[in-house]
């Protein structure tokens, strides 16, 4: 659950609850659950109230509860959202091994999208109760099937635009003033929306190589949020409005700010398209 559901005892008393329903012996039961205490890093708390855990470590000691009991299928009702970011990031990273070297069934619920690309295989994503789009992770991430789940997996740039030629496995996009090539193999004259990732685009001063590049020329119409990995900078080409993520790094050296005039660059691989209706 969001919220660890602990007794008023110890660590220990409530890490053991389930195997002790089960009637099993103390040899059995602490061949089963030492073990996960000792991985899930709360082994020292075992004698520790459970009320005078941190959020992290009570909800350590829920996934051992859990784990203990050898589950078939484990269900986590968005586990981490009470967590302060410190505590999501060491747990998500304890976590997401444990997924992988068990092969334990899981459904992981969750609103947040880092989550999900870092801990599932395969990606659901429910709009009103219905499931708009499942499969491979990636899939998922990168190949939105509308543009409902373009904006659940966080493609912001979505370009209404029309297919004008469509050759040698690029088609060529007209959205507004601008043309742009993808990847991909759908009729002339059908109506499209291109979907780019922020982080597909980067930024540069002067001319870039061609190569299998689109590059457009755009004004900074909003100044660089700060970021502690990626900055946001929002930019106009030609009335076509574009957000990208750029290193911070990247940022520094090119003194990007408000009314720079830069060229945006993304790989005809990077865009998806949506057959509009």
Not at 42 to 63: D, F, P, V, W
Not at 185 to 202: D, F, K, N, T
Not at 237 to 260: H, M, N
Request: glycine content about 8%; overall charge positive.
């Amino acid at each position: 659950f969001q919220e660890p559901l602990l007794l008023n005892t110890t660590v220990y008393e409530n890490a053991v609850l389930g195997l002790k329903l089960r009637g099993l012996s103390n040899r059995e039961i602490a061949r089963r659950l030492n073990p996960w205490l000792e991985r899930l890093g709360i082994a020292h708390l075992r004698q520790r109230n459970a009320r005078s855990l941190s959020g992290g470590e009570a909800q350590r000691t829920s996934l051992a509860r859990a784990l203990a009991l050898q589950p078939e299928i484990l269900l986590l009702d968005e586990p981490f959202a009470a967590l302060d970011p410190a505590s999501r990031e060491a747990l998500m990273r304890d976590f997401a091994p444990i997924l992988n070297e068990n092969k334990i069934t899981t459904v992981f619920v969750t609103h947040n999208r880092n989550e999900a690309f870092a801990l599932a295989a395969r990606v659901a994503v429910l709009r009103e109760g219905r499931v708009a789009q499942i499969g491979a992770r990636e899939e998922v991430f990168d190949r939105p099937a509308s543009e409902a789940v373009a904006d659940v997996v966080g493609i912001e740039n979505r370009l209404s635009g029309v297919v004008e030629d469509c050759a040698g496995g690029l088609a060529s996009i007209r959205i507004k003033q601008i043309r742009v090539k993808v990847a991909g193999q759908i009729e002339p004259g059908a109506p499209v929306v291109l979907c780019l990732r922020p982080e597909s685009i980067s930024i540069s001063r002067g001319n870039c190589p061609a190569g299998d590049l689109n590059r457009l020329m755009g004004v900074i119409i909003k100044g660089v949020t700060p970021g502690m990995m990626r900055q946001r900078i929002t930019l106009d080409c030609d009335g076509i409005t574009f957000v990208a993520l750029i290193e911070r790094q990247t940022c520094v050296s090119l003194k990007l700010a408000e009314g720079d005039m830069v060229t945006i660059t993304f790989r005809f691989s990077a865009a998806h398209l949506i057959t509009s209706h």
